[in-house]
């Protein structure tokens, strides 16, 4: 079972990244999907949430509006495109399924500074 989290990066306030997440070990297509992130000190927080189908999408309120949860069960890859980003976007981003697996991949950097 693997979780392998891509995409991150360095860009200034304002910009676009998109996070990739593919997972193997388990039938995708069976679970709901979460991305997460974390800052050093700080416990790790959920971002956004996507249905197994795809049919529905939740959101934290800090993203709302500008990051969008999507997934493609043919390829195993959930998404998150992250739109408007903000220095506070700053943080590690992992995806994990629902319910959680024990072992987690190893994030992606996400850093937002100018």
């Known amino acids: 079972v693997q979780l392998v989290e891509s995409g991150g990066g360095l860009v200034q306030p304002g910009e676009s990244l998109r996070l990739s997440c593919t997972a193997s070990g388990f039938t995708f297509s069976s679970y709901a999907m979460n991305w997460y992130r974390q800052t050093p000190g700080k416990e790790r927080e959920s971002v956004a949430t996507?249905?197994?189908?795809?049919?529905?999408?939740y959101y934290a309120r800090s993203v709302k509006g500008r990051f969008t949860i999507s997934r493609d069960n043919a390829k195993n890859t959930v998404y998150l495109q992250m739109n408007s980003l903000k220095p506070e976007d700053t943080a590690v981003y992992y995806c994990?399924?629902?319910?959680?697996?024990?072992?987690w991949g190893q994030g992606t950097q996400v850093t937002v500074s100018s």
């Open positions: 996507i249905t197994n189908s795809g049919g529905s999408t």
């Open positions: 994990n399924r629902i319910p959680s697996l024990q072992g």
